[in-house]
T-cell receptor
Framework: DGGITQSPKYLFRKEGQNVTLSCEQN?????MYWYRQDPGQGLRLIYY???????QKGDIAEGYSVSREKKESFPLTVTSAQKNPTAFYLC???????????FGPGTRLTVL | AQSVTQLDSHVSVSEGTPVLLRCNYS??????LFWYVQHPNKGLQLLLK??????LVKGINGFEAEFKKSETSFHLTKPSAHMSDAAEYFC??????????????FGKGTKLSVKP
């Protein structure tokens, strides 16, 4: 089955710690995206990557970092510099130049 | 500037009655428009898409939407609500500018409640 997987589904971290969220896709898509979702705010773009070894900042990149070493993987690191990291994080992918995106099931991060 | 507005943050209907979720956009370019649905603690699923073909678009689960350029609207409708339709719905716009990859712009979402 083709799709996007995100792990873990729920993640807890202590304040001041970095944490990495996993996103893997087997759709052979070139482009991948990370969004943050907060209640009543829709989705906001954190980072996106249109090709391996290249990525661009989205609207709210501060306090986050990404890498794109493989086509199928686009991990997101939430660093201790992110002031309000508790949120639901969604990964998505699309074909190169594709208009719509396929979404993973999400990871809910809670900072204790 | 491009934007998308979902006019209702919450809509409540009774099972078997029609559903209308409203969405307006503003753009200097020809947009592509989408509706996504999200069930609690799940990812987003594409319901339907408009990409400059037929203005009346049919999607999954009996939903449809009509692109009205004169009204800059893309409202989502369903003739008869089902309990399983209770979820949050996002109107999304994609713009192409000068050939560069357009990112998606999300509305803030409309929560649909369905009463028995």
């Amino acid at each position: 089955d083709g799709g996007i997987t995100q792990s873990p589904k729920y993640l807890f971290r202590k304040e001041g710690q970095n944490v990495t969220l996993s996103c893997e896709q087997n759709l052979n898509h070139d482009a991948m995206y990370w969004y943050r979702q907060d209640p009543g705010q829709g989705l906001r773009l954190i980072y996106y990557s249109q090709i391996v070894n290249d990525f661009q900042k989205g609207d709210i990149a501060e306090g986050y970092s990404v890498s794109r070493e493989k086509k199928e993987s686009f991990p997101l690191t939430v660093t201790s510099a992110q002031k309000n990291p508790t949120a639901f994080y969604l990964c998505a992918s699309s074909t190169k130049g594709g208009l719509w995106q396929f979404f993973g099931p999400g990871t809910r991060l809670t900072v204790l | 500037a491009q934007s998308v507005t979902q006019l209702d943050s919450h809509v409540s209907v009774s099972e078997g009655t029609p559903v209308l979720l409203r969405c307006n956009y503003s753009s200097s370019y020809s947009p592509s428009l989408f509706w996504y649905v999200q069930h609690p603690n799940k990812g987003l699923q594409l319901l339907l898409k408009y990409t400059s073909a037929a203005t009346l678009v049919k999607g999954i689960n009996g939903f449809e939407a009509e692109f009205k350029k004169s009204e800059t609207s893309f409202h989502l409708t369903k003739p008869s609500a089902h309990m399983s339709d209770a979820a949050e719905y996002f109107c999304v716009v994609s713009f192409r500018e000068g050939g560069s990859q357009g990112n998606l712009i999300f509305g803030k979402g409309t929560k649909l409640s369905v009463k028995p």
